[in-house]
């Protein structure tokens, strides 16, 4: 158990739809970051927090959000869903924001998006 | 911009046997970290092994051990006594303030 905690796990939706996926990252972690992997794809870097403030955006697309609260916790909001976007959606959290010690991010277990 | 090259999409290693699996990364950054993490079929991220950039000495944990070369660019990782249930996704992943970049991953297969 990483410590990271991703919910729901699995997740069924229809075209058009909007879904708020849920992390909640390691006790201490003050920088979570958000994955999308497709299916047999590698990892791709969405967004990441630190603290509360968005620190550095990837591939995340406009229809795509997300936020970390003041408890630390974070969600991606995915709206207007396409077939496209079923993927395994990964949060990882780390201590730091950058290189220094104990900075590596240790995974949650992923939220299974299936968009119908 | 930073990049991360995996250029083994596959490989497999007979049990017991040693394999080297190969990353490649671009950066003009003196100080970043490297990482491997595996991803079996349950697709849970397991980190295995992490290495600074500013340490000379290639980092090991048990049956795992990374060759960095800096100057080339350049962290291999390297598995001893393969076992079964070595057989995963292995993704080598590039860390500055602000960046965490992964490969496109090796699958590798442990055969009995």
Same mark, same amino acid.
């Given at each position: 158990?990483?410590?990271?905690?991703?919910?729901?796990?699995?997740?069924?939706?229809?075209?058009?739809?909007?879904?708020?996926?849920?992390?909640?990252?390691?006790?201490?972690?003050?920088?979570?970051?958000?994955?999308?992997?497709?299916?047999?794809?590698?990892?791709?870097?969405?967004?990441?927090?630190?603290?509360?403030?968005?620190?550095?955006?990837?591939?995340?697309?406009?229809?795509?959000?997300?936020?970390?609260?003041?408890?630390?916790?974070?969600?991606?909001?995915?709206?207007?869903?396409?077939?496209?976007?079923?993927?395994?959606?990964?949060?990882?959290?780390?201590?730091?924001?950058?290189?220094?010690?104990?900075?590596?991010?240790?995974?949650?277990?992923?939220?299974?998006?299936?968009?119908? | 911009?930073?990049?991360?090259?995996?250029?083994?999409?596959?490989?497999?290693?007979?049990?017991?046997?040693?394999?080297?699996?190969?990353?490649? *990364?671009?950066?003009?950054?003196?100080? *970043?970290?490297?990482?491997?993490?595996?991803?079996?079929?349950?697709?849970?991220?397991?980190?295995?092994?992490?290495?600074?950039? *500013? =340490?000379?000495?290639?980092?090991?944990?048990?049956?795992?051990?990374?060759?960095?070369?800096?100057?080339?660019?350049?962290?291999?990782? =390297?598995?001893?006594?393969?076992?079964?249930?070595?057989?995963?996704?292995?993704?080598?992943?590039?860390?500055?303030?602000?960046?965490?970049?992964?490969?496109?991953?090796?699958?590798?297969?442990?055969?009995?």
């Amino acid at each position: 158990d990483s410590g990271v905690t991703q919910t729901p796990k699995h997740l069924i939706t229809a075209t058009g739809q909007r879904v708020t996926l849920r992390c909640s990252p390691r006790s201490g972690d003050l920088s979570v970051y958000w994955y999308q992997q497709s299916l047999d794809q590698g990892l791709q870097f969405l967004i990441q927090y630190y603290n509360g403030e968005e620190r550095a955006k990837g591939n995340i697309l406009e229809r795509f959000s997300a936020q970390q609260f003041p408890d630390l916790h974070s969600e991606l909001n995915l709206s207007s869903l396409e077939l496209g976007d079923s993927a395994l959606y990964f949060c990882a959290s780390s201590v730091g924001g950058g290189p220094g010690r104990n900075t590596e991010a240790f995974f949650g277990q992923g939220t299974r998006l299936t968009v119908v | 911009a930073q990049t991360v090259t995996q250029s083994q999409p596959e490989m497999s290693v007979q049990e017991a046997e040693t394999v080297t699996l190969s990353c490649t *990364y671009d950066t003009s950054e003196n100080n *970043y970290y490297l990482f491997w993490y595996k991803q079996p079929p349950s697709r849970q991220m397991i980190l295995v092994i992490r290495q600074e950039a *500013y =340490k000379q000495q290639n980092a090991t944990e048990n049956r795992f051990s990374v060759n960095f070369q800096k100057a080339a660019k350049s962290f291999s990782l =390297k598995i001893s006594d393969s076992q079964l249930g070595d057989t995963a996704m292995y993704f080598c992943a590039f860390m500055k303030p602000g960046k965490y970049i992964f490969g496109t991953g090796t699958r590798l297969k442990v055969l009995a």
